[in-house]
């Protein structure tokens, strides 16, 4: 017998909408701020001016970047369920240094919502890992809660109640405990129910039975455990070269029938571990799966609605015909790539290259490692990135398919030679300067396009600290590598993009979530 959903709270109907607008506007173009916390909720009947109130926790060096990021990402929005027409957000001006008013209204009701935009207490990438983990089993517990509790979909505006909750998670298999899984904030409970109704809608497991979510246990475990995928990729892995499991599958939680018991132990090779993923995800049609036995799932950031994908189901001649129509177009114009050198009063250290014509269809190409050297190319999407190459990979790509050093990489050597003060440190400014002018890098300033001489770019390289020298040149580089090897250009992002996207000739099958 199905459940009903329990009333929401305090923010519910346009509200939600409006709070899931904002924080759209919290990931864009190489920033990703979504481990926010909610410091406050009002009830917008009451008196109180802020009705919700969001802190986003950044390094010191990056604030500033950081508010101009969600500003300008607020002014391009639009308004969700708005009656009167298209309509952006906007900022109050004259707010304190790194706090951000946005106006809202629902019906005849204004309030703000607030942004703070604080220094990060405690440092490094665990954090964003550990919350990301959670992030996932939470999302299993919601589709436990649409596929096994509720049995209808999820309404955003209205909870999830504790006994509801409880039942949901006893048909999940985590590796993270019901005291660190709860029932997350209104903004992320809005982008669940979205993932896990469309979910729902295009993937039907076997028999009337429960279906069994899993993240991080038993055949989402680790390569110790019997039957797991872990195990069975390091069974294989040789075969597929030794690339990273998720490039294998990328998929973050796998659900199955009640009762199901993995048979991966016996499959020797990497195609019979295939064949049995794909056999067991049941009838695959273009956008549905039914009659499914077990189903991996990737997970990327959603906003209000979501998008859903079945890969690698066909063939890999397949994912190389459908590749095909990628092109590589040698012009700074979208479509092409965009290189600038200043825009909007800061010098990017990365450069995006299209894999097609749209506005998100690019690669961000940039070091990823803060001061150390992870110069690495990301797959980008309109809410999350959807994959990367590692810098390594990418010159070995390039340098296969050229058949020469076209794209050389001694990485550590490189990073040290991009110094201020390395015996390098002069021809490494002056190839940064000659690539910069070849490729007809932009300089935007204040809205307008300007020209930058050959001694403004070398005095203003020359003082550029390490990171951001070895960022560049990497991109510029690996922009020349294409250019000056336009026969095989094409194939070369082709092949990065199929990589990035986990879809090469021995990856398997999975859905995705975005």
Known sequence: MANKQTEWGILTGNWVRRATDVTDCLIGEGYNYLSFNINNV????????????????????ERTRA?????????????????????????????????????VTVGKTEKLFRIYVKPLKSGGSGGGAAQTAINECTFAVYASLRYNVIKADLDPELGISEDHWNEAFNYCRLDKSKDRVGVPDMLWHVSHCAGVNKLHQRVTMKGTGNVIFYRGKDIDGKNTVKGSLS???????????????????????WMSVDG?????????????????????????????ISDATLVGISLKKLGANANFSILNAGSSQDRKDAAKSIKFINKNQQGGYQLFFENRGANPIDFYLYYSSGFYDKFQCRNFGGKKASWQIELKGATAAHGRVGGEQVANIVNKITGKNAFPWKNQTFHSECGKKHSQANKITKEIVDLLIDFDAQNIKKGDSIIKDRDQYTFEISQKEQEWRYSKLNGLRFLKALGDNSEHADQIVQSLYLYASSQLDKSSLFVKIY
Do not use: C, H, M
Not at 42 to 61: R, Y
Not at 70 to 84: E, H
Not at 265 to 285: C, M, R, W
């Open 42 to 61: 009002a009830d917008p009947k009451s008196g109180k001016k802020i009705v919700l109130g969001l802190k986003v926790e950044v390094p010191e060096a």
């Open 67 to 103: 508010v101009n990021n969600i500003k300008n990402a607020l002014v391009n929005k639009t308004v969700s369920n708005w009656n009167q027409g298209k309509s952006k957000y906007s900022f109050r001006e004259g707010t304190p240094d790194r706090q951000i008013d946005i106006p």
């Open 231 to 253: 195990k069975a990729y390091n069974r294989v892995k040789s075969e597929i070269g030794g690339v990273s499991e998720d490039k294998w599958n990328p998929a973050d939680v």
């Open 260 to 288: 199901f018991t993995s048979d991966l132990d016996s499959k020797p090779f990497i195609d019979d571990v295939n064949d049995y993923i794909l056999k067991l995800a049941g009838t695959i049609t273009t956008n549905k």
